[in-house]
């Protein structure tokens, strides 16, 4: 019987119309012989688990406030300082750095003879007084601020040129300058800006010196 059979379906095959109907079923049967997991391409190797992670918890963030004196911190005009801006204030921080033009302009060759007279011939090669204060003594200087133009004596060169009224006003603010090193804490007040009138800048801003007091080392009233 399936002798018989196989040349008939040969010969019914041989239409061209039948061998194409016969074609299109092979290949969908084929294609829906294939899972879906054939298609669906590999997996990701992702397993679930039970552990739990023990993360510590997220710090409160604290916004600062000002003193109860009513200064400010370093922490608070360095977030918020944008709000002082062009207005008189006081801060409270510890001297962190202070310029000295010997220290800044001298190099390993140069001797002390040489350093004094560049310093009495050449004073313009000098930065105007600047030093920088922190929230306390281990803070480090790229997060202090900049406290700029604090009285210093006259020099020798402008002395001359000056009128006698304005020599005085000059020595009497350097004589009302406190004594002051690295490592003590300050009282500033002065004008909170980004621009110095002698030629300060700083983004962040900057106190332009107005008058310190120095809670560390208390000034001696006169007798």
């Known amino acids: 019987m399936a002798e018989t059979l196989r040349p008939t379906l040969l010969a019914n095959t041989s239409s061209p119309l039948l061998s194409g109907v016969l074609v299109a079923g092979l290949s969908l049967t084929a294609f ?11 997996k990701a190797e992702v397993m679930e688990t039970s552990i739990k992670l023990d993360l510590p918890p997220v710090p409160d ?25 062009d207005t008189e204030i006081s801060a ?9 033009c010997a220290t800044a302009i001298r190099s390993p060759e140069m001797t002390d003879k040489d350093l004094k007279k560049i310093l ?4 313009e090669r000098c930065t105007r007084p600047h030093f920088i204060i922190g929230e306390d003594a281990s803070t480090k200087t790229e997060r202090g601020i900049q406290v700029v133009e ?27 300058l406190p004594e002051f090193k690295v490592g003590d804490e300050v009282r500033i ?26 809670m ?6 006169a007798e």
């Open 92 to 100: 409270k921080g510890t001297i962190l750095w202070i310029y000295d």
């Open 32 to 42: 829906a012989a294939c899972s879906s997991d054939d298609l669906s391409g590999a």
């Open 216 to 221: 560390t080392t208390p000034a001696v009233p």
């Open 150 to 176: 604090y009285p210093r004596a006259i020099r020798k060169d402008k002395k001359s040129a000056l009128p006698d009224e304005r020599i005085a006003e000059m020595e009497a603010a350097l004589a009302a």
């Open 189 to 214: 007040t002065g004008q909170w800006t980004l621009d110095s009138p002698k030629g300060f800048h700083n983004s962040d801003g900057l106190m332009v010196y107005g008058g310190m007091e120095n």
């Open 120 to 123: 009495e011939t050449e004073p």
């Open 61 to 85: 963030f604290v916004v600062p406030k000002p003193n109860p004196d009513g200064s400010h911190s370093i922490a608070e005009l360095r977030l918020n300082g944008k709000s002082f801006l």
